[in-house]
């Protein structure tokens, strides 16, 4: 939905005669980027109107505020928050947010009051560092508008929360807090802004700005799990597991007091103190000077954390008031409930749960601490267990639509979007269609499969020119050939895969082509689109280069003899591989296992679930060894960690939802439930639940309606959406 807007783009006055800077690039290329001016990072902007309000205009229902700032906003009405955004994009398809604030709103004087943040990092967080900066709003009831961002509007630029370092990948900032400097009551109807200057409109004709297709974020209060005065002055506080949020207290101490915030994911050794140096690079000490009056502290942008150590003037604290602010993207929590009678699978379900849930902002971040990037291969696994904890396909669906529109920057589609940072990863590039088919098979949306296919199509045309004669792609330099990550978990993978990658033919980055091939071609199928199937020609081409017929595996590359378990997998999956070979590669997991990083186990998994091998996945969900989800228990997780283990990665984040390979694995291919037709209009039905289970209960939420299955001492009761077939092997 776009919007004919009335209303005028308002800016702060320093940026207004500022050129706006171009960030998109392939990442090879080399761009010259000015250094950004400092005096413009971590710039707080306060704008606000006061607004008069009869009965005629509250009565009409609903009154919609049509609302959109860059880089984010923070909403207030009558001193009560209401909402923020928008999810980041790019300027020609700028997000704008519709939020419906009659019960905000009252009979006479109202106060609009919005806090824009304009961060001026090039990053993968936020779509900034190109000068572009301001707010845009209407309220309307009914057909009439009520107001709109003009020059009535009054503002001012704030100092009270002032940038310290920079942190992660330039992600943000640590904060600086001066209760001295705040306006208080600035949210509020009786506010003197007086001194505040009119705002400066300005041009916004390079921007099209689209409804954010996704809900807003869902923010909320959570109280500590624990409090533990150490000493006077000195607190730690637990919240019993890993969110993402701000920390909030209040504070009444002298003015000039300082009171210092640490946050982490977890204690330093003696558990006495929070490790805010953190293992994933991310320096989360904030420090907050206090005013003399009653203060409240409370940073601008979130983290990642679960402890937090205050420290400051005994007399001051209000320990009280110790409270997280949490947010992300709204979670029925009934909409996914598994339990069985394997109680670590229970522990490794919920901890699956708990990573997407907080990976899940407006967009999907591989990490919300170090780069809070949406990354195109992790969404592969992140969208597949989100559709199904939340029932809601929205969010999936907007990402794939923000990576098929990158092909602007490059056809073959980047590896990180939204943000400025330019960055191509070839392996990540290759799933996206599967993505596509993914959503497409649980939505049924054929629309979308149709507005999707020509990026799918540009892509196969840009990875066509890297092949060779036999179809194969070799020498893919302008995006880095990942086969999977930490370098140290690809079991030894025999291929120079620098940036840009070696000379030579591989197998990892072919066989996810002949994947993507055969994917492109199940759309042109459903789309009724002719074609030329060169399916078959490619895999007679990959067996003659990497087929090793004596040991019935493929070797990494053709002047390779190793065989790394990545090298075998995929041409399992993609159904590359001869008959001859299955027992041969099954053999090779069950023995080398998980010899990869999380990521890849995702495909592991599904490639067993391909030749029905369904006991070897459970031996490998439910393991305890180095490389599982119960060693990332054994260390105490609470959500999934970037790796199996804190050590096993040089920065090791301990949220990150490409771990959660379970979700998909034990509900579609364990319990055995997935659409048989688009849409669950058709719902397919075979269990392969261990022998050792004697009880299992899920409730699944599905856009046909809602499943719930028990099984117990052999026993199953089933209820499934009225009037749809369920289909049983």
């Known amino acids: 939905m776009t919007h004919e807007w009335q209303a005028n783009w308002l800016t702060d006055c320093s940026f207004i005669n500022l050129a706006k800077s171009y960030l998109y690039h392939k990442e090879l290329e080399a761009s010259e980027v000015e250094p950004h001016d400092p005096d413009l990072q971590h710039h707080h902007w306060y704008v606000r109107t006061v607004v008069n309000l009869d009965d005629k205009a509250l009565d009409e229902g609903k009154i919609w505020l049509h609302l959109t700032a860059d880089d984010y906003y923070k909403l207030y009405i009558n001193g009560e928050f209401v909402a923020q955004g928008p999810a980041q994009n790019d300027a020609k398809h700028y997000y704008f947010n519709r939020i419906d604030v009659r019960s905000y709103l009252k ?357 066509e020119k890297f092949e060779r004669g036999d179809g194969l792609l070799e020498g893919v330099t302008d995006k880095w050939n990942l086969v999977d990550w930490p370098q140290n978990l690809r079991d030894n993978y025999d291929f120079e895969l620098s940036r840009p990658v070696g000379p030579g033919c591989h197998n990892v980055i072919n066989a996810l082509y002949i994947g993507c091939v055969g994917t492109v071609n199940e759309i042109r199928e459903l789309l009724g689109f002719a074609y030329e199937n060169r399916l078959p020609q490619l895999k007679r081409s990959f067996l003659e280069a990497f087929y090793d017929k004596k040991n019935g595996l493929f070797t990494d590359s053709e002047q390779s003899t190793h065989h790394a378990l990545h090298a075998n997998v995929l041409p399992l999956l993609f159904h590359i591989a001869p008959e001859e070979s299955v027992s041969a590669i099954v053999d090779m997991i069950r023995t080398k296992r998980f010899a990869c990083g999380v990521y890849f186990s995702y495909f592991v998994m599904k490639a067993l679930a391909e030749v029905a091998e369904y006991e070897l996945i459970y031996d490998l969900l439910s393991a305890d060894d180095e490389h599982s989800w119960g060693n990332m228990l054994k260390e105490g997780a609470t959500t999934c960690f970037e790796a199996w283990g804190k050590d096993q990665k040089w920065n090791t984040s301990l949220c990150h939802p490409w771990a959660s390979g379970p979700v998909p694995l034990l509900i579609e291919d364990i319990i055995g439930l997935k659409p048989a037709k688009p849409g669950w209009q058709e719902i397919a039905f075979c269990p392969k639940l261990p022998a050792t289970w004697t009880s299992l209960s899920l409730q699944l939420n599905v856009p046909t309606g809602t499943i719930r299955l028990s099984f117990e001492n052999g026993v199953w009761t089933e209820s499934f959406p009225p009037g749809i077939p369920v289909i049983r092997a």
């Open 107 to 463: 009979v006479g004087k109202n106060v609009m009051a919005v806090h824009v943040y304009y961060q001026g990092l090039l990053n993968r967080a936020y779509n900034s560092a190109d000068y572009r900066q301001g707010l845009l709003a209407e309220l309307w009831a009914g057909d009439n508008l009520l107001v709109k961002t003009d020059r009535d509007w009054k503002a001012k630029r704030v100092h009270d929360n002032r940038p310290g370092v920079k942190f992660g990948y330039d992600t943000q900032f640590t904060e600086h807090l001066d209760a001295r400097q705040s306006e208080r009551g600035w949210t509020e109807v009786g506010y003197d802004d007086s001194d505040w200057a009119h705002a400066e409109e300005a041009e916004h004709t390079d921007y099209t700005f689209i409804l954010q297709p996704t809900p807003l974020l869902a923010v909320y209060k959570k109280q500590p799990l624990r409090v533990e005065r150490l000493a006077p002055g000195h607190y730690l506080i637990d919240f019993g597991s890993e969110l993402t949020g701000q920390f909030a207290m209040n504070a009444h101490g002298n003015a000039g007091e300082q009171v210092q915030i640490f946050s982490g994911e977890e204690l330093l050794p003696g558990d006495q103190a929070v490790r805010y140096e953190m293992r994933c690079n991310c320096l989360y000490h904030d420090q907050w000077t206090l005013s003399g009056d009653i203060d409240v502290f409370e940073t601008y942008d979130y983290k990642a954390f679960r402890y937090v150590e205050v420290q400051g003037p005994e007399a001051a604290l209000r320990p009280e008031s110790f409270h997280a602010v949490v947010r992300h993207y709204p979670l029925d929590e009934q909409s996914c409930v598994l339990h069985s009678s394997d109680e670590l699978m229970n522990q490794i379900f919920d901890i699956c749960k708990k990573v997407v849930q907080y990976g899940s902002q407006e967009n999907y971040v591989d990490c919300p601490s170090r780069e809070k990037g949406q990354y195109l291969g992790d969404n592969t696994i992140i969208g597949h267990s989100h559709m199904l904890l939340s029932g809601d396909l929205r969010l999936y669906r907007k990402a794939i639509e923000q990576f098929g529109r990158s092909s602007f920057v490059c056809g073959g589609i980047m590896a990180v979007v939204p943000g400025h940072f330019m960055q191509e990863i070839a392996d990540f590039s290759l799933q996206w269609p599967m993505q596509v088919m993914t959503y497409y098979r649980y939505s049924g949306d054929t629309a979308f499969l149709q507005a999707m296919y020509p990026y799918a199509e540009g892509l196969l045309r840009h990875f």
